[in-house]
């Protein structure tokens, strides 16, 4: 049974954290951050406005309670030295961050000079990729989602392959270009045909879509040959974070027969630089869907296996002085879990790496305003999306900006990812 460490919610800071904060003290994800002042990589807590310098606590000497913890996972280009160090540290870590920023404490207030340098105000922080990603998974996880799809390109009528309701189905993708929130990237090009075509073209996207998801991180590493029992999953995840999984449609669609997604999938990955640990994320679990067909023995997961996060896409033109919300779904509408995800990836005995990045498959939910593609929201090109510019979006065009939020809310106490936000550039 993992023993997660809770930071109650009655606990109260000395430190100003705005109200409607996603890093709040119930929160403080890790995440890899540099200055000009610090130009070295190092971890960071969040909280508040401000990144908390878990190098300066440790050579004051404030951490000396963490049995295990050492300089060198703390000044790292990546999180995945600190996980590897087991969870043993880097929970009691959070929690002695947590008990230096609680009320009462006045360790740090006492100490001006201390206390200034090791909060860092988050517009001098450059965020990074919070971890060296060896291995990139994304599921295809939604009901709705999967039934929408299915519904514009197959059969209405029976919309569901025959596997879905017993298989979390998933793809190995390319880990190699997954990219922090505010990295831009170009319009991909790649092989194009409509059906009244009579041979592929080669030229941008005119397809391009986003995909709102959420991506759990594993924070420890397993043999090849060894597996993991959905029952135990939770010792595996360190946290989660959001994702935006880009996909140009076109490319996808002439390509993906008959061994699925590729270049279509492959030119950019968006995810968010903080980690929401699973200990953070537990006051919000909840139950999912009820899965309707009886699942194989190994994937049958007991208790409420999802969580209570809201989730919203904003999107801007370059006319724009502001992003227009056009989406707004939960992760509990998700079918199949990150446990039923994990066990079955791991089910075949391949070894799972610290640092690798499991994408939910897009998040969509009942209704037409929940769908989490442009795909579904704009139904194929047949329902335009009006914009506050005067345009209108079927798909996404170049010197757009996507922007996906996501939090967990409850008593008053806001647990968020923060967002991720990323900017599209012509072609090159």
Request: glycine share 8%; aromatic share 10%.
């Amino acid at each position: 049974m993992t023993n997660f460490i809770q930071i109650p919610f009655r606990q109260k800071s000395w430190f100003g954290i705005p109200r409607d904060s996603d890093f709040s003290l119930q929160n403080l994800p890790f995440g890899i951050f540099r200055t000009a002042a610090l130009p070295e990589a190092r971890v960071g807590l969040a909280l508040g406005d401000s990144v908390i310098d878990a190098a300066v606590l440790f050579d004051a000497g404030l951490l000396a309670g963490v049995s295990g913890l050492r300089r060198d996972h703390l000044v790292t280009d990546s999180l995945n030295t600190l996980l590897a160090a087991g969870p043993s540290v880097w929970r009691v870590l959070r929690g002695r961050v947590a008990e230096l920023f609680t009320a009462g404490n006045d360790t740090l207030v006492r100490q001006a000079d201390l206390h200034s340098r090791v909060l860092v105000q988050a517009g001098l922080a450059q965020l990074l990729l919070p971890t060296k990603v060896s291995n990139y998974v994304d599921f295809y996880s939604s009901r709705e989602h999967a039934s929408n799809v299915g519904a514009m390109f197959r059969d209405p009528q029976n919309p569901l392959l025959p596997n879905w309701l017993h298989i979390p189905i998933g793809y190995n993708g390319r880990s190699s270009s997954i990219v922090p929130s505010g990295t831009s990237f170009r319009r991909p090009c790649g092989q194009l045909k409509a059906d009244a075509d009579p041979a592929p073209v080669f030229a941008p996207t005119k397809q391009l879509d986003f995909e709102l998801e959420m991506a759990f991180i594993t924070g420890r590493r397993t043999q090849l040959g060894e597996t993991i029992p959905v029952t135990n999953t939770d010792d595996y995840i360190f946290g989660m974070t959001l994702l935006n999984d880009w996909s140009a449609r076109d490319i996808q669609r002439w390509e993906y027969v008959p061994l699925g997604p590729f270049l279509g999938k492959t030119f950019a990955t968006s995810i968010s630089p903080w980690v929401v640990t699973l200990d953070a994320l537990q006051p919000f679990r909840v139950g999912g869907p009820e899965q309707t067909v009886p699942v194989l023995p190994y994937l049958q997961s007991a208790g409420p296996q999802a969580y209570d996060i809201h989730l919203e896409v904003w999107l801007k033109s370059e006319k724009m002085t502001s992003p227009q919300k056009i989406c707004r779904t939960n992760y509990s509408h998700m079918y199949w879990n990150m446990a039923q995800q994990l066990a079955h990836m791991a089910s075949n005995g391949t070894n799972i790496e610290i640092g690798d990045v499991y994408g939910s498959g897009t998040i969509s939910g009942p209704t037409p305003d929940s769908f989490g593609s442009m795909l579904e929201l704009c139904w194929k090109g047949t329902k335009p999306i009006a914009l506050p510019d005067g345009t209108t979006r079927t798909f996404i065009q170049d010197g757009d900006t996507v922007i996906m939020k996501g939090w967990c809310e409850k008593d008053g106490i806001r647990v968020g990812f923060g967002e991720v936000s990323t900017e599209v550039k012509p072609a090159g």
